[in-house]
Each structure stands twice: as structure tokens, then as C-alpha cells.
């Protein structure tokens, strides 16, 4: 008898409490502002959401300058530099700070860390907007590292005053091997007061590596510049999963990749809206795999607050 056609669906997936709440600011701002409401880079990094909020009046742009003076702007989940602050002021925009408090925790780090005069050694990927924001935070203490292989180029003033940061939504593993190297170079080296790889992007990627070796093919539903949903293509490839796309929508599936296929593996980045996996989960139905199984490796239940400027006016008793 053929072996029945299943999908195992990981849990926790899809969007984390940072994004929930910047996708919901830019939807409260334009509620209560009405459009356009202008929102520096993308709100998160996601295709479907950037396009449903454009279609409702948000305005994308790069830059505060591309903003008209006096204008609302709301920053992104990623974060900003203290310039990025400081053009806003200059044009006087009305700045909606959506930034995840988890970004805002590793900027208050840098800073701190800054101060006391260390060498800051940042973990992150080249050009992704988050390290352009902590970066900004103390630009002179503060240097880049890319992964393991570029430990070499790492230099201090004092090696007794080292201490590593990382971005949010790195892989867990890869970062560990980057520090193991920065640790053989600089022993001293200080960690971090708490996890700079945020809850959201660690859960996701256990779900992957619990049920990676039991799958022929991993489907992750999130956007190429979506920099948590990319590490889980290469966790589910790391941990034993014959094969694993990334793919924005159900329609993208190319179906020779289910050829052979008996076990689909199915998660989603944090910033991507569970609307998305679904229409994954029917296609797959078209394709017999009806049998679908939650693999959960963690329950989360951590929400934000939105944004000072969207909360209600406190009233006075
Ligand atoms: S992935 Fe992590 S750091 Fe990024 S918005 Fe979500 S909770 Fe915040």
C-alpha cells in the first residue's frame, strides 16, 4: 500500500508580537489619520502585507526626506538610527516609532555598552536595516561581523573590553559558531546581559530542526528579504530535510518539487500572515496531502503594547 501523504505543520509559525503590533500601528494610523500615511521601509518584511497596506493609503518610502515636512511617518519593526530621528525632527514629521521592543532592547545595549568604552562586536548581515539601526547607535564602538569567517578581520583596542550583540533574526547555530571563533580570538569576550536572537526567530527554528528529518520537502512561506524566514530554509536544510523552497504564495510552488514527496514540512517567517500558509495547506490538499499534523515545539503567548503616539489618551479621575 502507498504511504498516505501528510504535512507536518510547525508551531509557533507566522507572525511574532513585533510584528503584530507594527502592522497594526501602520492600520491604526491610517484609521485614525486617514491616508496617506507614510511609513519608512517596510513595515516588516513582507510582500502580501506591504501590498495590503499600500492598497489601504500607506505610502512606502526610503528615507524621512522622501516624506513631506509636517507629514506622519511611521518607522519600522527594524529600528532606527538616532539620525534617522534626528531628519525626522528637522522636517517636524509626526513619527510613529513601531520599532519590536526586542530591537529597541539591543539598542539600549549597544548604548550602554558604548559608554563603558567597549569594542562592540555586532553580529549581523551586511546591509539588512536592523544593523543599520543599532549600528547608528554608537558608530565608533560598534563593528560589523558577518558570520564565522569573518572573525579574522576583527580588531579591538582592548581585548579585556570586547563584548558581542547580534541581530534578532539570525540563525542560532551560526551565531554560536561565530562567537565560539570571536571566544578562541578574544577570551575574554563578554555575551550579551540576555538573547539578542529574539523568542520569536529561536521558536521558529526549533519547529524546523523537530521535524526537518522526518520531511522530504520543507515549504517556508515568507519574503526573500525576510532575513528570520530565510534562516529557516537553511535550518530545515541543515537538520535533514531532503529539500526546502521559500516562497512568497501558494502559487509559487513549482509542483515537480513535490515529486516523490510523501512528508511536506510547512512553516512561515514572523512576518508573515497565516492567510499565506493556508493557501499553502490547500494547494497541498490538491495534491493529496490531506493528512496534516502540528508539530508544536513551544507555545507563545507574549504580546506589545502599540506604539506611545496610537494608545489611548489616559483620562484623568
Ligand atoms: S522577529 Fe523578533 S525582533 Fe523581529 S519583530 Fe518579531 S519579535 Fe521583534
Same mark, same amino acid.
Given at each position: 500500500m502507498a504511504e498516505s501523504k501528510r504535512v507536518l505543520l510547525a508551531s509557533p509559525r507566522g507572525y511574532c508580537a513585533g510584528v503584530d503590533r507594527a502592522v497594526e500601528a501602520v492600520e491604526r494610523a491610517l484609521d485614525k489619520h486617514g491616508a496617506p500615511v507614510y511609513v519608512r521601509k517596510? =513595515?516588516?518584511?513582507?510582500r502580501h502585507v506591504v501590498e495590503t497596506l499600500s492598497d489601504r493609503g500607506a505610502i512606502f518610502v526610503n528615507? !524621512? %526626506?522622501e516624506v513631506p515636512e509636517s507629514a506622519i511617518v511611521v518607522f519600522s519593526a527594524h529600528g532606527v538610527s538616532p539620525e534617522v530621528h534626528r531628519t525626522a525632527a528637522e522636517r517636524s514629521l509626526q513619527t510613529i516609532d513601531a520599532t519590536c521592543p526586542l530591537v529597541t532592547k539591543v539598542h539600549q545595549e549597544a548604548k550602554r555598552f558604548a559608554r563603558d568604552d567597549y569594542d562592540i562586536v555586532l553580529i549581523g548581515h551586511e546591509g539588512h536595516e536592523e544593523v543599520e539601526g543599532t549600528s547608528g547607535e554608537a558608530p565608533e564602538h560598534i563593528q560589523l561581523v558577518d558570520g564565522p569567517d569573518a572573525v579574522d578581520q576583527v580588531q579591538v583596542? $582592548?581585548?579585556?573590553r570586547v563584548v558581542w550583540l547580534s541581530q534578532t533574526t539570525l540563525s542560532v547555530d551560526e551565531t554560536m559558531q561565530t562567537v565560539k571563533r570571536l571566544r578562541e580570538k578574544f577570551p575574554l569576550l563578554n555575551d550579551p546581559p540576555s538573547d539578542d536572537i529574539c523568542y520569536a526567530t529561536q521558536n521558529r527554528q526549533v519547529a524546523v530542526k523537530a521535524m526537518a528529518p522526518k520531511c522530504d520537502l520543507v515549504i517556508v512561506v515568507g519574503s526573500k528579504n525576510s532575513s528570520n524566514s530565510v534562516r529557516l530554509v537553511e535550518v530545515a536544510l541543515q537538520n535533514g530535510a531532503k529539500s526546502s523552497y521559500l516562497v %512568497?504564495?501558494?502559487?509559487? =510552488? $513549482?509542483? !515537480?518539487?513535490? %515529486?516523490?514527496?510523501t512528508t511536506v514540512g510547512l512553516t512561515s517567517g514572523a512576518s508573515v500572515p497565516e492567510v499565506l500558509v493556508r493557501g499553502v495547506v490547500d494547494l497541498l490538499a490538491e495534491h493529496g496531502f490531506n493528512d496534516v499534523e502540528t508539530v508544536t515545539t513551544a507555545e507563545e503567548t507574549l504580546t506589545f503594547a502599540l506604539p506611545r503616539e496610537l494608545r489611548p489618551a489616559r483620562t484623568a479621575n
Open positions: 517596510e =513595515i516588516v518584511h513582507n528615507e !524621512t %526626506d583596542r $582592548d581585548p579585556e %512568497d504564495y501558494a502559487r509559487e =510552488i $513549482d509542483p !515537480t518539487w513535490l %515529486d516523490g514527496v
